[in-house]
């Protein structure tokens, strides 16, 4: 069969899906609020915020699950103590279920390691196709937030992540580097029609640190891009950030109090009124997919 027609027949099966639930968000039926949590480059916290956000949002009564899509670098399971061998890749070879690799995180929130894995689902029969985009469409109708680990840098399939979720976050720290490749990432996704974008700077000195960040960055990508960037707050410089992750606890267990973690828990706060919000019926992975299938030729 044809690109084309499997392409078809797999939207037919999505929007088959989601035309048979007709009822409100918070009912069984719902689907999860997408979140995907990104960066220009690798070491400014974006993994340890992913994490420590899914356990902010499951301590306030949602049901989370965490995906890992870094390329060949996850570390979720480091993060938070966990040893994980099954991943999605072997699911998309048929070795396991996708119920087989999740693993269960703390405070009961579900970990899907290897999920970078989900753009060779394109290269699979069609039957292989329709059964793992409907195993995962089960997992995001089971639970209220999907957090997107993606990976770093302005890689196609991290644009795709990016681009079939509900909400992004592009974390960023005070580093000059790390500020221009914010930018750059701005500016990859808003050629990719990515619209709206909201900044999380990590490390931060101070409130007014982070404003200043935030107000260049905001500055630069209206002038030359003609694209809104919105804040989404701060993470302070704190020391019992790195303590937890030698101790591979989460530091929103680990010291509750500390200042990131307050911060942690006012974002999980802003973000989990989303739950309630109506966000359409078309999932992140219909979404994802059919963005997918249309880049091939």
């Known amino acids: 069969m044809k690109m084309t027609d499997q392409a078809t ?3 037919g099966l999505m929007q088959n899906r989601h035309a048979a ?7 069984e039926a719902g689907r999860a609020v997408t979140i995907a949590v990104t960066s220009g480059k690798g070491g ?3 993994s340890n915020i992913a994490l420590n956000l899914g356990i902010a949002l499951a301590q306030q009564n949602a049901s989370v699950c965490l995906i890992d899509a870094n390329f060949g670098l996850g570390n979720i399971d480091l993060l ?9 890749s072997h699911v998309v070879t048929g070795a396991r279920q996708l119920k087989d690799v999740v693993i269960s995180g703390p405070c009961g929130i579900d970990v899907v390691p290897g999920a970078s894995g989900l753009a060779e689902i394109a290269d699979c029969p069609e039957a292989v196709q329709l059964d793992i985009i409907s195993q995962l469409q089960e997992l995001e109708e089971s639970h209220d937030f999907l957090i997107i680990d993606t990976g770093t840098g302005i890689h196609r399939p991290v644009r795709q ?5 509900d909400r992004n976050l592009i974390i960023t720290t005070p580093e000059p580097t790390a500020i221009a490749d914010a930018y750059a990432t701005v500016k990859a996704l808003s050629s990719g029609g990515v619209s709206r974008f909201e900044v999380v700077v990590n490390r931060a000195a101070s409130a007014e640190q982070a404003r200043e960040i935030l107000g ?3 500055q630069t990508a209206w002038m030359f891009l003609k694209c809104d ?3 989404a707050g701060f993470i302070p410089d704190d020391p019992a950030v790195s303590e937890s992750v030698a101790r591979r606890s989460p530091f929103i267990i680990e010291a509750p109090n500390c200042p990131a973690a307050k ?7 802003q973000l989990g009124r989303l739950k309630d919000v109506d966000i359409g019926q078309l999932g992140f992975f219909t979404k994802f997919w059919q963005r997918l299938t249309a880049k091939k030729p």
Do not use: E
């Open 229 to 231: 960037v919105d804040s």
């Open 21 to 27: 639930v007709d009822k409100p968000r918070g009912q």
């Open 44 to 46: 400014v916290g974006k």
């Open 9 to 11: 027949a797999l939207r």
């Open 80 to 88: 938070c103590g966990l040893n994980g061998y099954w991943n999605l």
């Open 216 to 218: 260049r960055l905001r």
């Open 263 to 269: 911060h942690i828990q006012k974002l999980a706060k």
């Open 161 to 165: 992540f990016v681009a079939a979720s």
